[in-house]
């Protein structure tokens, strides 16, 4: 790929989805499906494939471009009459109209285009009564690529500039939520969808002829085990709409296009992703729950990306050391990796009697607590199980204990702190193996005494 088509796709989303901040590599992962690494956010919208961070919790896909030319010069859409069970009622139709153009003029937030890059009428598309209160999908030609277009000529392109009016929970008036271009400088098509009424719990995207999928959210098993159920979402009068149940949680709602992900599809195709603008974000954003802080243990601060105990085979570099464990824990169906973002930050390797080894991290999805895993290897590298071991608890002084299996010892860690161990009561003290941040114990160690820089000494007993 070329710097100018790296920089036009980068463009093209910009000028797509408007508040959005792209990090520096997003194009090179929406190209290559970047695999999971230590110290990194994710966002769920797409994947490993296609990571963005957005305004509101929304997230768009890209696919293959449209003909050139295809968009900009017609849109039948503009000469039908009005979709849904609402399109006859002529009142709410210009009460529509009329919240689009007050929205659309609103200094209150800022549309992908300036309002006089709009052209001609709005055009009520889908007019229909929701379980969220009656809604509809407004159209209108804008002229794009007025903002540093990465292409010459792109600033003469006319598309559709596509926008969800709803019913406001808060007072209960029409409202402009959002609005997008499906089509954007350079030719690159966008799908996205909103989310919108109470706890924007209703779902709603234009049906553009495959079917749609929703998931409401992961389910977390004892086991360790994630999983997502899906159902497809009905579609009639060219939307889908779907009210999910009361609960969900509206920022780990997915959407996807012609069939659910499979289980086993640990980095799902992002052309298949719809990026969701919630209403919340959009009509109240200064009011919006601010997120949850870090669950996982603050052990960057130390400098310690793998602490290694135990007799470790060769040099593995660190980065190799976590995009193993990553890997081990998508490929054991552990981990959703539809979440927000995820964030794996360190790991422990210990050799393991025979010549294998143990990765132990944690790895938290989302805002839900961080998890504790165990890949074991063998001799040759090879992952052969993957261990669950319960949330962690980022204020115990001892905060990982990890007991492996047959006998061969326990791997401990707390980042900072000194580490001793016993075998039993009045037993002598011995220091863990490396003595610091992490150890490998014999398997009948019983206790262990933590010690914190500048802190006094506490003794953590170890569970049998």
């Not at 999908?137 to 002229?143: D, G, K, P, S």
């Not at 540093?148 to 029409?174: C, F, M, Y």
Request: charged share 20%.
């Amino acid at each position: 790929m070329t710097d100018m088509d790296a920089e036009l796709l980068g463009q093209s989303m910009r000028d797509a989805t408007d508040q959005i901040e792209l990090r520096p590599d997003f194009t090179a992962a929406v190209l290559r499906g970047a695999r999971r690494r230590r110290a990194r956010r994710r966002t769920a919208a797409a994947g490993a494939a296609l990571c963005a961070a957005l305004a509101g919790g929304a997230a768009v896909a890209v696919w293959p471009a449209a003909p050139p030319g295809q968009e900009q010069l017609a849109d039948a859409r503009f000469d039908q009459p009005t979709r849904g069970d609402l399109g006859g009622d002529r009142q709410f139709t210009t009460d529509v109209v009329a919240a689009w153009r007050n929205g659309v003029l609103s200094p209150r937030r800022v549309f992908p285009e300036a309002p006089d890059d709009l052209r001609g009428d709005p055009h009520v598309y889908w007019a229909g009564t929701t379980e969220a209160g009656p809604a509809a999908v407004v159209l209108q030609r804008v002229r794009v690529g007025t903002r540093g277009s990465a292409r010459p000529g792109d600033a003469d392109q006319i598309t559709t500039l596509v926008g969800l009016v709803a019913t406001d929970p808060a007072n209960g008036q029409l409202t402009l939520v959002k609005t997008y271009t499906p089509h954007v400088a350079g030719g690159d098509y966008v799908r996205a969808g909103f989310q919108f009424g109470p706890g924007d719990r209703t779902v709603l995207a234009l049906d553009d002829g495959e079917p749609m999928f929703v998931s409401a959210g992961a389910t977390y098993a004892q086991t360790g085990a994630v999983t997502r159920s899906w159902q497809e979402v009905p579609r009639a009068d060219g939307v889908g709409v779907v009210t999910l149940p009361e609960g969900t949680d509206p920022g780990d709602v997915r959407l996807v296009v012609r069939q659910p992900p499979r289980p086993t599809d640990r980095e799902p195709d992002p052309q298949t992703f719809v990026g969701l603008y919630q209403a919340s974000a959009e009509l109240s954003p200064t009011s919006s729950a601010p997120s949850k802080p870090d669950h996982t243990l603050p052990w960057w601060e130390t400098g310690v990306g793998v602490a290694r105990v135990g007799a470790t085979p060769g040099d593995e570099p660190d980065e190799q050391v976590s995009d193993v464990f990553d890997q081990a824990l998508a490929e054991a169906a552990v981990t959703d990796p539809l979440a927000r973002h995820s964030v794996t930050r360190w790991n422990v390797l210990a050799g393991r009697a025979g010549g294998g080894t143990a990765i132990i991290g944690e790895r938290q999805d989302g805002d839900r607590p961080s998890r504790l895993f165990t890949v074991l290897r063998d001799a040759n590298g090879a992952v052969t199980q993957v261990l669950f071991s319960g949330e962690v608890d980022p204020t115990a002084p001892l905060p990982v204990h990890v007991r492996l299996p047959d006998g061969q010892g326990w791997v401990v860690a707390a980042y900072g702190s000194s580490l001793r161990y016993r075998t039993g009561p009045g037993e002598a003290w011995r220091t863990a193996d490396t003595g610091r941040d992490a150890g490998l114990l014999p398997d009948p160690a019983t206790e262990v005494e933590v010690t914190p820089r500048g802190g006094a000494p506490v003794v953590v007993p170890l569970p049998r």
